[in-house]
């Protein structure tokens, strides 16, 4: 006995409930209607090469500090400096090594009066508000709305210090989960959260043989 087959035709009636079980995931979720894309771009910095035994100027110096504040915050891997001038590029690296940031000197790209720094980082795609295909009220059901939730991952999109933690989670920072467990207790019932001081004393003497 052979066992039955389904026909070509019969496959999409049978996908069509699971279809609209997806249409209605996405309509009742709106981190599913409404995703936060997070994608790796890179920012890009031209410095040109000061003078023989001058130092970069000091609007130089504080672009070089801004690139270097946002590979800290929100950088997705090592900076590059390219340059035709080996000197300058090796330079510049160790300045944002001082800094902080991973870097390295590219001197083989480039030309010798100019440095290029480019800063892979992660950066969140905000979705876009503001349409309402079904309407304010669409019906009586209590369906939300196209734009419901929409605003929440907006904000949360543009607020991110860092917007890799929207996709994955930091190491562990050491600290005691039960003890943070305890801080948020205390503040959820108004209670101080610090530990009480000890209290230091002289002491007493003994009694003991008395």
Known sequence: MTSPRLTPFLLPVLLLPLLGACADLVEEDYRLGHPVAVEDHTLVAVFDRPRFGQDLSSFDQDRLRRLA??????????????????????T???RLQRLGVAAKADSAKGGSDEATIAIPVWT??????GRFERGMNPDYDNTP???????????????????????????????????????????GHGAATGSTPEVITAGSASTVGH
């Open 145 to 187: 709305n196209s734009n419901w939730g929409c605003s929440v991952n907006r904000n949360i999109a543009a607020m991110v210090q860092n917007p890799a933690d929207l996709v994955r989670s930091r190491e562990a920072s050491g600290r005691d989960g039960n003890r943070s467990a305890d801080v948020l207790d205390k503040y």
């Open 69 to 90: 504040e946002e590979s800290l915050r929100r950088g997705s891997g090592a900076a590059t400096v390219s340059s035709g001038d080996a000197s300058f590029a090796q």
């Open 92 to 94: 510049l690296a160790a």
């Open 124 to 129: 969140a795609r905000l979705p876009e508000c």
